[in-house]
Each structure stands twice: as structure tokens, then as C-alpha cells.
């Protein structure tokens, strides 16, 4: 049990932001290249694992359900819709491991938006935080866009309210747009996912607007931390399923102070995790679990990682004076002798 303490006191002390760092660079590149080495992690994952990069060693989740849903109602009650569920089956599978850490330590496209950000840093441009109307707003669109993917796909093979099915020239609507299919390939020098289809209006339209989101892609996150997350149709799909995680992020209101460091170091300006002090289970819709709200919390257990139920990294004054307090200090310390 001793020994077991020891591991639990040395990971509260330890700087998890260091360790995502390395994560989220090892899974860029096995996302990205992993497919040039022959790996295959499966056509069901809960990223943008993109298949229109060649070297993707496996495919989104979203571009298989929207294939998955170009069947009538009595074909996805049939074997034919055996196959939807099972891929729906196997994307819980996979997304029931990591809960939304899938957004805070694997995404290529969240990791691409913290190197940037990163970039900003050291160029020293500022950002713009978001306020409590924005993040209302902003929160829901995501959802809209979950909507839209899976109506559109029914509605090419179904009819509506007596409406004409939908035309076939949408393909995987939200795959046409997606910055993913023309920022990954970028990666492997690919710039063939660059391009405006003259085919018909459909494609024109469909087209334009995926160059047009991927420039937004970069400006906005420029301008804001994650800025693409508060428009992921993924990380709305995923929070529908986030209680059933094994991986889960909890909070003991009774030790919070409303000290507000939580809040001060969220990426997307979560407000609700520093406000609520009732709510056991703490993930919030527009979370991505990057742990930095433990990280930055100065109270004893307040702020909890568990795998089920087990505490592995818990929010602790040492922690918190480790990570924050004594680099400052040794920093000061440095300037000080300096002017010496």
C-alpha cells in the first residue's frame, strides 16, 4: 500500500502538461504518418483520424457513420443496418478508454491549435478570452452541426416531412468541410485536398466553404485557444456519452474555494467547473480532460482524475506550490541575480 502512496504522491506533484506535450506530439505522428508504417488502429475512431491522408493509420468515426447512415429506415433495421450499429458499438469501445481526453491528448487537429497557440506565445501576440454571452452561443453550434451530419445522410435515401430526398452529390457532408481533410495531408507535403470541384453546384458550394473553415481554421486559432473544438460535431458526440467513461474527471465541492485557477486555465474558459460545487462529475460539454484544472487547483482533493474509481491524480497544495509558485520564485531569483 506504501509503495502505492509513493507512485499516487509523486503523480500529484508531477507536471501533466509536460507529459501531454509528449502524448500529443507521439500521437500527431502515429495519427498522421502511423499508416507509411504499416499501423491499423481500426475505422471507428473517436479523432480526426483523416482518411484522406494517406498516411492515417485508421479513419474518423464521423466519416463512417455518415457512410453508415446512406440507408432507408427499413435497411437500417435490417443485417444491412448490423453493420451501422456494430461500427456505432465499436466507436464506444474505443472513445469508453480515454472520455474526452480523446480531444485533449490525441487530436491532431486540438494539438495543431496548442502548437499554434504555442507560436503565438512567442511571437507575443495576445489573445482574446472568451465571455460568458460568446460561450453560450458558441457552445451550442457544435451540436447543430451533429445534427445536420447525420439528418443530411438520412436524407438522401429517406424523404422528410414528403420532401425529395436529398442529392447524392453531398457525399459525407461534414467531411467536405472538415479542416481535417485538407490540414493533415499538409503534413506529408499532399496539397491535393486543395481545391474548389467545378463539378456541380453542390460540390462548388461544398468545396469553397471547406477552404473558407480551414482559413478560419487557422485565423481562430490565432485569435482564441481552441477555437475549432466549440464547432466539433466529435466532441459533441462525444460528451452525449462521457458518464459512461472509465476515465472520469471529479470535484469535491466541499474543499472549493471559487479561487477561479480552474477556470483561468482552461483552454475554451469553462466557467461552470470554478461555479458548480454540487456536481460530483465535472466534464463539462466543451471539455477536452487536458487535466491543466487539477494542474492549477491549490486545494487538497478538490479536483480528482480517477480511472473508475480509483484516484490517479488529484488536485494538492505541494502540487500546486511544485508546478506554479516555486518556478516563479527560482525565476525572480534568477532575474534578481541578473541585475547583479
Known amino acids: 500500500m506504501n509503495y502505492l502512496q509513493n507512485i499516487k504522491h509523486k503523480a500529484d506533484r508531477a507536471n501533466v502538461s509536460r507529459l501531454r506535450f509528449w502524448i500529443q506530439l507521439f500521437t500527431f505522428l502515429l495519427i498522421v504518418y502511423g499508416g507509411y508504417f504499416f499501423i491499423h488502429i481500426g475505422s471507428q475512431v473517436p479523432?480526426?483520424?483523416?482518411?484522406y491522408n494517406q498516411g492515417s493509420p485508421g479513419t474518423c468515426y464521423l466519416i463512417?457513420?455518415?457512410?453508415?447512415?446512406?440507408?432507408?429506415?427499413?435497411?437500417?433495421?435490417?443485417?444491412?443496418?448490423?453493420?451501422?450499429?456494430?461500427?456505432?458499438?465499436?466507436?464506444?469501445?474505443?472513445?469508453?478508454?480515454f472520455n474526452k481526453a480523446w480531444c485533449?491528448?490525441?487530436?491532431?487537429?486540438?494539438?495543431?491549435?496548442?502548437?499554434?497557440?504555442?507560436?503565438?506565445?512567442?511571437?507575443?501576440?495576445?489573445?482574446?478570452?472568451?465571455?460568458?454571452?460568446?460561450?453560450?452561443?458558441?457552445?451550442?453550434?457544435?451540436?447543430?452541426i451533429l445534427v445536420l451530419l447525420i439528418a443530411i445522410p438520412l436524407g438522401?435515401?429517406?424523404?422528410?416531412f414528403g420532401l425529395a430526398p436529398?442529392?447524392?452529390?453531398?457525399?459525407?457532408?461534414?467531411?467536405?468541410?472538415?479542416?481535417?481533410?485538407t490540414i493533415l495531408p499538409l503534413a506529408s507535403a499532399d496539397t491535393s485536398q486543395i481545391f474548389i470541384d467545378f463539378t456541380n453546384k453542390t460540390t462548388l458550394v461544398m468545396s469553397t466553404l471547406g477552404i473558407l473553415i480551414t482559413a478560419l481554421f487557422f485565423v481562430g486559432a490565432f485569435a482564441k485557444k481552441r477555437f475549432f473544438c466549440f464547432f466539433c460535431p466529435m466532441s459533441a458526440l462525444q460528451f452525449l456519452f462521457s458518464r459512461i467513461g472509465i476515465l472520469r474527471l471529479t470535484k469535491n465541492g466541499s474543499n472549493c474555494t471559487r479561487?477561479?485557477?480552474?477556470?483561468?486555465?482552461?483552454?475554451?474558459?469553462?466557467?461552470?467547473?470554478?461555479?458548480?460545487?454540487?456536481?460530483?462529475?465535472?466534464?463539462?460539454d466543451d471539455c477536452m480532460m487536458c487535466f491543466k484544472c487539477v494542474e492549477a487547483c491549490p486545494e487538497d482533493n478538490c479536483l480528482d482524475v480517477r480511472v473508475f474509481n480509483a484516484k490517479i491524480f488529484s488536485s494538492t497544495q505541494e502540487g500546486f506550490f511544485k508546478r506554479y509558485i516555486q518556478p516563479n520564485e527560482l525565476s525572480l531569483k534568477n532575474e534578481k541575480n541578473d541585475e547583479r
Open 47 to 51: 479523432t480526426f483520424a483523416c482518411p
Open 64 to 97: 463512417a457513420m455518415q457512410h453508415g447512415l446512406h440507408l432507408t429506415w427499413s435497411e437500417l433495421v435490417s443485417y444491412r443496418g448490423l453493420a451501422f450499429f456494430t461500427g456505432f458499438l465499436t466507436f464506444i469501445g474505443f472513445f469508453i478508454v
Open 104 to 144: 485533449g491528448f490525441i487530436c491532431p487537429l486540438g494539438t495543431l491549435q496548442d502548437w499554434i497557440t504555442k507560436l503565438r506565445y512567442k511571437i507575443g501576440i495576445r489573445f482574446s478570452r472568451y465571455d460568458s454571452a460568446s460561450f453560450q452561443k458558441l457552445k451550442k453550434i457544435k451540436y447543430v
Open 156 to 160: 438522401m435515401s429517406n424523404s422528410f
Open 166 to 181: 436529398i442529392n447524392h452529390d453531398m457525399q459525407s457532408p461534414f467531411c467536405q468541410v472538415c479542416p481535417g481533410r
Open 259 to 284: 479561487c477561479g485557477n480552474c477556470n483561468r486555465v482552461c483552454d475554451v474558459g469553462i466557467i461552470g467547473i470554478a461555479e458548480d460545487i454540487t456536481s460530483k462529475y465535472i466534464v463539462k
